[in-house]
């Protein structure tokens, strides 16, 4: 049972959206007019958005909302939606009285921002409920591929936990590859179009930056959301999705090489030993087959 509830005769739904980097917080509220919560924070009359019908049971089911609305300046945009800003993003909805509002008043659900359908200047976002994470596997499973994730950070500063990261051993006594001596910046010297550019100056052997990623710090895609690398040769970079804008010669960047998680990829880093495959165990087709006598 909850312990309170919002007045129903001025109940009015409210949602805030908690991006996961340093982007600002967006509040919004389904009331006509901005609202003011007790504590000073603003939620927003924003209009052109909607949200689906929220449905939630005493189980362990999880519960479902989408967030559906128009791209606009001011709450969600395209350019922030489409660059990423909000992946992973928390949000939270409540309800609460539209005539003495109060931030988390009655509690309804804390959500993960997920996939986005975008329809000409229309999108559509899937909140996943937090639930969800239980319904997830937590053991391991056998896979000839490495299951670590190459390096402990990424490029926008994320610290991955130890147990996605034990490609580096310990981070107590870290005996493979760092961030800190992997990563490169450099200049484009040239650009083709938003998949493909070079750097010239770049002398790395082939495919060394494939499956690695690389984030721009001048330019028009400054401060968004690494992209990842599809393949490199002779200074040519390619990428797995288009950047966002159009990237120009003189644009500065920083790049990491990556893994393909094959056993030869940690001969490369001499790194064997933190080796997270299983190569050797025979898939379902051998171990499934019929003896025959000799």
């Not at 001025?10 to 917080?25: F, H, Q």
Request: hydrophobic share 35%; charged share 20%.
């Amino acid at each position: 049972m909850k312990g309170h509830v919002a007045d129903w005769r001025t109940r009015v739904y409210c949602v805030r959206i908690e991006p996961a980097n340093d982007s600002p917080v967006i509040r919004l509220t389904a009331q006509p007019t901005g609202l003011k919560m007790s504590n000073g924070e603003v939620y927003l009359a924003e209009h052109g958005y909607e949200f689906s019908g929220f449905g939630a049971s005493s189980t362990f089911a999880s519960s479902s909302i989408d967030l559906k609305g128009i791209v606009q300046q001011g709450a969600i945009d395209r350019d922030d939606l489409m660059a990423g800003v909000y992946d992973n993003a928390r949000v939270y909805l409540f309800a609460t009285s539209w005539e003495a509002p109060i931030e988390h008043e009655e509690p309804l659900g804390m959500f993960f921002f997920g996939k986005v359908e975008t329809t000409d200047e229309h999108y559509s976002v899937q909140l996943m409920s937090g639930i969800d994470v239980l319904s997830q596997s937590p053991g391991r499973s056998y896979s000839p591929a490495c299951q670590w994730t190459f390096l402990d950070q990424t490029l926008d500063g994320i610290i991955l936990p130890a147990n996605k990261s034990r490609c580096i051993g310990p981070r107590s006594a870290p005996d493979g590859p760092s961030f800190a001596s992997l990563k490169v910046t450099g200049t484009l010297t040239s650009v083709t179009d938003q998949y493909y550019f070079t750097d010239s100056a770049r002398t790395e052997a082939a495919d060394y930056f494939a499956t690695g990623s690389i984030r721009f710090l001048t330019g028009p895609n400054a401060g968004l959301k690494p992209i990842a690398v599809k393949a490199f040769t002779s200074g040519v970079i390619q990428l797995q999705e288009a950047l966002f804008y159009m990237p120009a010669i003189g644009d500065q960047y920083e790049m990491i090489p990556g893994c393909r998680k094959r056993p030869e990829d940690c001969l490369f880093w001499a790194n064997m030993r933190n080796f997270g495959g299983h190569p050797h165990v025979p898939a379902p087709s051998q171990y499934g087959q019929v003896g025959r006598g000799a």
